[in-house]
């Protein structure tokens, strides 16, 4: 299984980055969709999920509003739309895959698979 996640780089606080995740080696429609994101001297929090099979997403509170996940299954791909980034959103964004449905999504401990990340800097 591999997870390819693309698309960062540095962008000015108020502007946005679309990061792409394409996946290999799994069936990608049986899976729920995740992005993570670890920032420098903190821990891994979650950022955004897609469920598999419903089209119902969920987000963090600190992104909610300003990101958007979406899917291709049949391009075996998540999207990450980012908006009116803020320094805050710095950080490595990770993709990761999970067979888990509603409980634990929040938790990467729940993820099977997991990109190698993207960095997303975004200056002042």
């Known amino acids: 299984v591999q997870l390819q996640a693309s698309g960062g780089g540095l962008v000015q606080a108020g502007g946005s980055l679309r990061l792409s995740c394409a996946a290999s080696?799994?069936?990608?429609?049986?899976?729920?969709m995740g992005w993570f994101r670890q920032a420098p001297g903190k821990e891994r929090e979650f950022v955004a999920h897609?469920?598999?099979?419903?089209?119902?997403?969920y987000y963090a509170d600190s992104v909610k509003g300003r990101f958007t996940i979406s899917r291709d299954n049949a391009a075996n791909t998540v999207y990450l739309q980012m908006n009116s980034l803020t320094p805050e959103d710095t950080a490595v964004y990770y993709c990761?895959?999970?067979?888990?449905?509603?409980?634990?999504?929040?938790?990467?401990?729940?993820?099977?698979?997991w990109g190698q990340g993207t960095l997303v800097t975004v200056s002042s």
């Open positions: 897609f469920r598999r099979n419903s089209g119902h997403t």
């Open positions: 080696g799994l069936s990608f429609s049986t899976y729920s």
């Open positions: 990761a895959a999970t067979r888990v449905v509603l409980s634990g999504i929040r938790d990467a401990g729940s993820y099977n698979y």
